[in-house]
């Protein structure tokens, strides 16, 4: 199904493509023979995953330090990705949640996920489709969402918002930017296990398990979560040549577990004070972390 030479000739920008799901696609797509391009904050983080990619696939990938979260630093680098050759693909990958209370959030803690989901999304998209139009060029985005877009989801409601309108923009471009040639997809995953994700939405509080583990495999028709290599695959599908008319989709990879539950936290109405303070400590501690190796990468 996947042959060897799938992606030969593409040139593919992953943002959030140093860790987790972003990763798993830059793998993929550079198996496949892609050239990648991957952006993330931490320039360490980026350059040994692409060096650990280029060893482990023997393919090809640029990184590029940006935060989505400043419009100017996405434009210049879009003309740096640009430069020798337009891309053929982007994916829309990074992305920043946790959960809490909605009542427990400040408007600046909204900003700290609409800032990367919603704008950074829309910014980096028009970035690469300005490019697209000005040159003639096709083009083929594809944004990872969530099922919340379709179910929203309690205790993640900047998360579900910024998605939705991820999946807004991705349909009204498939219209608009069609008949460019540029086609916009979506994937939504279920669980796949990450780092970044799991301390967010599952912290370990230290106040007794959330439960959500187990309600996670439970509450799944296929009874386990996903497993990379299966979104490597669907993602690898949407962006090859085979898949040209399709545009405009927010397709789902989840086991069946959104059609079952519609939607991931409802449990956590169970928790009190105590269970909400410890999960934002642990929060907390896992951004501070990452906060002094960005600092330090
Ligand atoms: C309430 C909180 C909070 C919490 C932070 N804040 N944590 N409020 N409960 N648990 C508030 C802070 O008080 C502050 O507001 C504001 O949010 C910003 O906090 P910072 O600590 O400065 O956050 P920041 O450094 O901006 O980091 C937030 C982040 C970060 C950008 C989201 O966690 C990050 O970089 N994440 C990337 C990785 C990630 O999140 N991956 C998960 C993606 S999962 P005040 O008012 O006090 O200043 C996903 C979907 C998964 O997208 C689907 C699974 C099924």
Redesign the pocket.
């Known amino acids: 199904m996947f042959a060897k030479d799938l992606l030969k000739g593409h040139k593919i920008l992953v943002t959030g493509g140093g860790t987790?799901l972003g990763r798993t696609m830059t793998e993929r797509f550079m198996e496949l023979g892609a050239h990648c391009i991957i952006w993330g904050r931490r320039g360490g983080v980026l350059e040994e995953t692409a060096a650990e990619l280029r060893e482990k696939t023997g393919g090809s990938c640029d990184v590029d330090a940006v935060d989505i979260r400043n419009p100017m630093a996405i434009d210049e680098a879009m003309e740096r990705a640009f430069t020798g050759g337009p891309l053929t693909g982007l994916v829309n990958n990074a992305?920043?949640?946790?959960?809490?209370r909605t009542e427990?959030?400040?408007?600046?803690?909204f900003n700290?996920?609409a800032s990367?989901?919603f704008h950074g999304t829309f910014n980096t998209t028009n970035a690469a489709g300005k490019r697209w139009i000005a040159g003639g060029h096709k083009g083929n985005i594809l944004s990872i969402v969530?099922t919340w877009v379709w179910t929203g989801s309690p205790f993640t409601v900047p998360?579900a918002m910024s998605k939705a309108g991820v999946a807004a923009m991705t349909q009204s471009l498939a219209v608009e930017w069609g008949p460019k040639g540029i086609r916009a997809n979506a994937i939504a995953?279920?669980?796949f296990p990450t780092k970044?994700?799991w301390e967010?939405?599952m912290p370990q509080t230290g106040a007794g398990s959330s439960g959500l583990e187990s309600l996670t495999a439970a509450s799944i028709p296929m009874r386990r979560v996903g497993e990379h290599a299966e979104l490597g695959n669907l993602a690898a599908f949407l962006m090859s040549e085979h898949t040209e008319y399709l545009t405009g989709e927010v397709i789902a990879i989840d086991g069946g577990q959104w059609l079952a539950t519609a939607g991931?936290f409802h449990a956590l109405s169970a928790w009190g004070d105590p269970e909400w303070q410890a999960?934002?400590s642990a929060?907390?501690a896992?951004?501070?972390s990452?906060?002094t190796a960005r600092t330090s990468g």
């Open positions: 987790g992305a920043g949640n946790f959960i809490s427990d959030l400040s408007p600046n803690a700290a996920i990367i989901v969530t998360s995953p279920g669980p970044g994700a967010r939405l991931n999960a934002r929060i907390q896992s951004n501070a990452d906060r």
